[in-house]
């Protein structure tokens, strides 16, 4: 039974690899292909200087490129940690030291779990520091110095801790104390935690990292809250973030719900952007919240939770699914870490439906904008603006942008804002 586990989860494993490689190597020529006849979508062809032009494609194939590497040893990390006997290895060593140094219950399980979390954790800091620190500096968009990065990383690690050590401990402890409908239990808890994140994230964690503030007194300001006003959102929910202190890379994002709810522009979108853009990208954002899109994508979320749990109470007491990757005996921490390791590639396909959905509320949003401010020279303008100004790909390969992008891509929503009647 271990080889029919480990041959079905080493078939998709290669599976997904063939895909989401071909689909790198497919873009990689695609982009190079259209670049060598110099084909740029008609909506661009005024809009970017041919030196912006050919930034954005050298920009798009030193990703591509990069991809290749970090691809391949991604994958390679996920086989050693599963195959190379770093599992049996850690289970023993965490029962060692739990039973030397720590007296809580579940602690060998924790220090299990985020033993292996730790391991890939530093595993993706080589392609993490290449991309930030070659990659994206050769681009200008890298503005984050290495004292902030490793002070990223540290309180990213420290949050970790505190937050996952207690969250891990509740859902062992359920697992261990509720009899054989743990798996309910655990998923009412699991949920309301998400929920719970959703309404914490934007006001206590994101600001660890950035700085927000409400928006600059000004024209911007003042038409916004006339905006705000008009579709019903409250108005101290809109900040600025100085998304510059790390990046170049200019964007807005609508978070949260209930009171939590925000809308964030970076302040390197608002520098870049006319008044009229600026306000046309709010519009947008107001959009998802008129839409209840972050709602939908949560419930889809705690849907996945509830298959997802169901699965694992299936296989936390079946024996060969621990023997097939090393570990003698069934435990409950040993089956969370495998199935999170082991999932991925039985769910692969979930990730181009979720972004087929993303990009349906894109579009909704846009329309939204349009509609709101009757006018839709202003979004198709902000669209081009930030496309230009990220050196964002012109000519992504379609099979490429179906299966990678939350957003449709640029000359799709143009085109699609084009398409209205207004
Ligand atoms: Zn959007």
Avoid at 20 to 27: A, D, Q, S, Y
Avoid at 165 to 188: D, K, R
Avoid at 337 to 365: C, D, M, Q, T, W
Wanted: glycine fraction near 6%.
């Amino acid at each position: 039974m271990e080889q029919v586990i480990v041959g079905l989860f080493l078939v998709l494993f290669v599976l997904e690899f063939i895909v989401e490689f071909g689909l790198n190597e497919l873009n990689l020529r695609y982009v190079h292909a259209r670049w060598v006849e110099k084909k740029i979508p008609d909506f661009f062809q005024d809009k970017i200087s041919s030196d912006e032009y050919e930034k954005s494609v050298q920009y798009t194939l030193a990703k591509g490129r990069f991809q290749r590497w970090a691809e391949i040893y991604g994958r390679l990390v996920v086989l050693i940690v599963l195959f190379g006997g770093s599992l049996p290895f850690m289970d023993r060593f965490s029962q060692d030291l739990a039973g030397r140094f720590l007296s809580i219950s579940h602690a060998q399980g924790l220090i299990f779990c985020f033993g292996v979390a730790l391991v890939f954790s530093i595993a993706s800091l080589p392609t993490d520091l290449y991309s930030t620190f070659k990659l994206e500096a050769r681009f200008g968009f890298n503005k984050i110095t290495w004292k902030l990065y490793l002070a990223d990383k540290l309180k990213g690690l420290f949050l970790g801790t505190l937050i996952g050590l207690p969250f891990l401990w509740v859902v062992l402890w359920l697992m261990e104390a509720t009899g054989s409908y743990w798996w309910i239990w655990t998923f009412f808890f699991v949920a309301g935690f998400q929920l719970l994140m959703v309404i914490v994230y934007p006001t206590l964690i994101a600001p660890l990292f950035n700085k927000f503030e409400p928006l600059p007194k000004g024209e911007l300001r003042n038409q916004i809250l006339d905006l705000a006003e008009q579709v019903g959102f409250k108005t101290n929910g809109i900040f600025s973030m100085d998304g510059s202190k790390r990046s170049a890379h200019s964007n807005a994002y609508f978070t949260g719900i209930g009171k939590a709810k925000r809308i964030v522009l970076f302040d390197t979108l608002i520098v870049q952007m006319t008044l009229e853009q600026g306000l046309a990208v709010l519009a947008h954002e107001m959009g998802h919240y008129k839409m209840k899109h972050i709602r939908r994508m949560l419930i889809l979320q705690t849907v996945f939770l509830f298959f997802g749990l169901s699965i694992l109470s299936l296989l936390v007491n079946y024996r060969p699914f621990f023997t097939a990757f090393g570990l003698d005996n069934p435990s409950n921490y040993g089956a969370l870490v495998l199935f999170s390791l082991l999932s991925g590639p039985f769910v692969f396909f979930l990730g181009p439906l979720i972004n087929a959905l993303s990009r349906k509320h894109e579009y909704e949003a846009d329309r939204f904008a349009v509609e709101t401010l009757h006018n839709a020279r202003p979004m198709e303008e902000a669209l081009v603006n930030l496309t230009v100004k990220n050196l964002s790909n012109l000519t992504p390969h379609p099979w490429y942008s179906a299966y990678h992008y939350s957003h449709p891509t640029p000359a799709e929503r143009i085109g699609a804002i084009r398409a209205l009647s207004i």
